[in-house]
């Protein structure tokens, strides 16, 4: 008699859109080590930071909505005490799980750019948020079209694609109250058709500064274009839940524009001088000549509010065109993962077989492959710690 | 939405329509309390889904309203994959239906079948405190078995020198099988650690237990009082929870109307493996479906209870209905799966002659469970056979060229002149498992064991094992030299760890060995490049560059990385990868548990602060892994490779099948003696059955009835019901020939009832190979 053949194990892949997808899109090996592998960086300076100021926000606003149920309304801007107390609980939260901040300088801007967020940004977003981190799930077919034959390692037909969503805001425009709210009128400033009445927005919230519009590898998409693709699909992700509005626009928020550091203000004039951001300083204005006249070594400018605000905010228009294409983008990055693993069950080896498709120098220079990573030169040892003598 | 019947259409596209029994399961009404007994490969899995799906489909149930859990996260991963998988084939051929209204067609267009929630009891609790908890709380942190073992015996047991306390040594010893054997301050950990667990898991009456204790043992369970507290505190102040911690919040929190809002969402709840629930899960789910009108449907098969000694009370299926009506106040719709779509004739026969062999082992089972039933396209299949030899070395040699004839060869011949051989198409080793008590390689007497001996001949045929319980961590080579450098960087000669005094022998005896593969190789000739230099400035503390010193604090992760650009086979190679995550996962442990983030202090005016940081990365990182704490992470490893033979133990293989499954019933057993009797033929109940014996007085079980040593012959009789029910085609039990049936090593897995008679030595179902 002959054996059958053991059925292979049915199970859909999943992929989450930050963890797996943009993560892999930021650099392939990358994703390797850190996400499939499971090793943790050396450097979480960037989990630290965006998981706190998320947390912040998060904590912040249940308390405005506590608040808000029980009929005394008490939104930001609120005593530094207070603000600082929610920062020292999320501290120990983070801590718990074993992220700290490196050093007294990055916790001393965390709290800084946190307390900005919720006293400049609360009392505006607060108001209008109706949900906050909201689970998004949903199936796509897997694109096996795009993965070789030889490669295929699945019975899967689909994938499940899921994502947090940081907040979802509802929007009735016949409200005065809305209609004063300067973050919907930025909104409103942005799209080009009447929207309905009642609209949702979807808005994430991210640790870093505003990205120039232009930078990617060669050829490759830029974390403009990503993060575009991100909100886009959990637009079509939220669709599908029952107490969804239309959704007209996402708004990623830059938290760290509200308060840029040094390194932050030599990013910003470098790009401003190249014209690689889309939130330039109107031409002879205060923001223009702050950023103009600032040396390195000297204290920050305090840029105007309304310039910070404006760079902290990207709105996204959302249109079905919009969506499928970016839909179709992160079908060909589940793809090119897919291949990956694939070739990687078939070759048994880690550096050949997964792309080396990083945008931008910074994420080589915190990588803890960059000495053995094949696609990278600028250091091929390991350097021992080190720091100059202070004379 | 739409009617069953349009239903079942839409659903035989794609696949064939449910046999009678499963339609009785997935048509019953959503409000109906279902107990359905599913046999082992009875189409469990799909019932449920089924089920889920009709739920959505038929009776207009929202998809997130639906909550299903099970045991594991791999059994969780594929219910949903079904449920995704059919549900979008089930939409795809019901959006082709014409003679549906356009009103059905705009419903089904909206339905987003992604959000019913499916998951472990663990993951859904966790979910549920995340989601669903009020301003100024903290989400759960989770902790990980080493932190929390960590901290009990660190703020807990180590506290006053109370593992010297005698009476507490008293109390625990009999939860040891009564030896000092093996009985160390770890030890008495892990036994303190299942306390606590059980302690929340069956519901104690906590202080009733401390009250009510014999004049004897209240010292010292006044002792473990102190202890647990101390650990409940250190959890706490640090804002984490243990898992046990985890649920009994849930449960707090569901009985207090502090999820209201959850479980306003909540209509149906749906359990797999439900035979191996515990009283506190039972008390959620019975808590969550009483927010629901009783919709609870459990699924299970109290024939393939193992998990006895993690908290599962098999009694709490088996006696499901009574225990349904009593808090629901309804009583269950039962329905037993019992058309076996997985084997041949010949196999069913034998698993249905097995579960029927011991007659006080029927008083335990489900009232009138029915037998398995072969499906109308099962084949007969070849007999059961039966391999057993005088040595391990000569079944390890014929077991061996068994496997290569059949999976590389021309196939195996039997007496009959029948040939069992590989499929044609894509067949290989990978079809084919051996199960065992144990897949571990040595035994306690450092003696070779049959996973060893067959890894050792089947290699000579070019065919390799996976067995990745099999080998301890420490006696891989890569580990012991990159331990070794670890070692040897951070502590050179070993001047620090040779000031602790409370760190076992056998582990100092290990880190020496590592420190010296280590030196050898940095010295040899196969040393890389750059790495004597790399390790020199860690030893020495000195970046080596004239206006640079070392800094005050470095994570021990740079140290790692650093090392491991001179290994590829660590960081190019995938298994090597799985060794390296062992290391890093145990230094984030060390890092919660720690007062130093697991960092490396360098202070020259302060070398003291220096020492201590490395001690407790000494102590916290490195020993755990020397002393087979730390596992690998199997969720990394590619699940049963085609081309290897995976020797699996036969709790692993629950819910998984093999075309060919090899069972050790007795290579173990070369005389009836009494150290391994508790593995086939028990004199008296082990550590499980005492601990239950203990704690469940103060439940609302109350002791149990059975006396211990029959509860250790249920589990054993369980245990190869599960191993003999895993085989679609050909099964085969291996083992010494003495526990040939009838032979002189008495033994549940060949026959033997509990009273002592064997009923395959007249008629042996086996035909020997």
Known sequence: ?391 | MITLDELYTAYQTFRSLPNNEQREAVEQLPKRALFIVAGPGTGKTTCLALRILKLIFVDDVPPRSILATTFTVKAAAELRSRILSWGFQLLEALQKNGSLSARTHEQLAKLDINQVVTGTIDSICERILRDFREAGTQPPILVDDYVAKTLLLREGLLKNKRYEDTDLDQFLLPLNGGTRFGYHVNKKNDLIQTIWDRRYQDQVDWRGFLRRAPAGERAARATLDEILEDYQASLTSRGMMDFAMLEQEVLNRLQSEQLDEFLQEIKVILVDEYQDTNLLQEAIYFEMAKACDGALTVVGDDDQSLYRFRGATVELFSDFERRCNDALGQRPKKVFLKKNYRSTKNVIRFVNGYATLDRAYQEVRVRSKPPLEESPKAEQGVPILGMFRADCNTLAGDLANFLQRVFRGCGFRLADGSVIQAAEEGGDVGDCALLCSSPQEYNFSEQPRLPLLLRQELRRHGIETFNPRGQDLTEIPIIQLFGGLLLECLDPGGVLQNQFRNIPQGITATFQLWRQAALDYVDSPDAADGLKDYASAWVNRDPQKRGWEWPRSVPVLELIYGLVHFFPELHDDPEGHVYLEVFTRQVSACGQVGKFSARVVHEPDNPTLGEASVKELIRDFLAPIVSGTIKVNEDLMEAFPRDRLSILSIHQSKGLEFPLTIVDVGSDFRSNHAAHAFKRFPRDGGPPHVMEDLLRPYTSLGAPARFPVNRAFDDLYRQYFVAYSRPQEVILLVGLTTTLPGGTVPNVATGWDRAGNCAWASRTPLVQI
């Open chain 1, 1 to 391: 008699m002959r054996l059958v053949k053991r059925p292979a194990i049915y199970s859909l892949p999943s992929y989450s859109l930050t963890g797996d997808l943009l993560g892999f899109l930021r650099c392939g090996l990358q994703y390797r080590y850190n996400r499939i592998g499971q090793l943790p960086s050396t450097r979480p300076v960037q989990a630290w930071f965006g998981q706190f100021i998320h947390g912040v926000l998060e904590e912040s606003y249940r308390r405005y909505n506590e608040s808000r149920k029980g009929g005394r309304v008490d939104p930001p801007p609120w005593k530094k005490a207070r603000v600082e107390e929610i920062c020292e609980l999320i501290k120990k939260r983070l801590a718990a799980q074993g992220l700290f901040p490196w050093g007294a300088d990055l916790e001393e801007l965390g709290y800084r750019r946190a307390e900005a967020a919720v006293n400049e940004l609360g009392p505006e977003l607060f108001p209008l948020i109706h949900r906050a981190e909201v689970r998004l799930t949903g199936a796509r077919v897997l694109p096996v079209s795009k993965i070789p034959e030889e490669y295929r390692f699945r019975e899967a037909d689909r994938y499940e694609v899921v994502g947090v969503v940081d907040v979802i805001t509802h929007v009735q425009l016949s409200h005065p109250e809305f209609r004063r709210n300067r973050l919907v009128q930025s909104i409103l400033k942005d799209l080009p058709d009447n929207p309905p009445d009642n609209f949702e927005v979807i808005i994430d919230y991210k640790g870093m500064r505003r990205p120039p519009v232009k930078v990617g590898s060669a050829g490759g998409p830029s974390f403009w274009d990503i993060y575009g693709w991100q909100i886009q699909t959990y637009a079509h992700l939220r669709k599908a839940h029952e107490d969804s509005l239309p959704v007209v626009a996402g708004v990623i928020l830059y938290v760290n524009e509200l308060l840029p550091t040094a390194s932050d203000m030599v990013n910003l004039r470098d790009e401003v001088k190249a014209g690689l951001t889309d939130v330039m300083p109107s031409a002879g204005g205060e923001a223009d000549r702050l950023i103009r006249a600032w040396r390195e070594k000297a204290p920050i400018p305090a840029l105007p509010i309304e310039y910070r605000l404006e760079r902290m905010m990207r709105v996204v228009q959302i249109t079905p065109q919009s969506i499928q294409t970016s839909l179709e983008e992160f079908d060909e990055v589940v793809a090119r993962i897919e291949v990956c693993r694939g070739k990687e069950l078939q070759h048994g080896s880690v550096l050949s077989t997964w792309e080396k498709n990083v945008i931008d120098e910074s994420t080589c220079a915190a990588c803890d492959a960059r000495t053995f990573c094949p696609s990278y030169d600028k250091e091929t040892m390991p350097s021992v710690p080190a720091i100059r003598v202070r004379s």
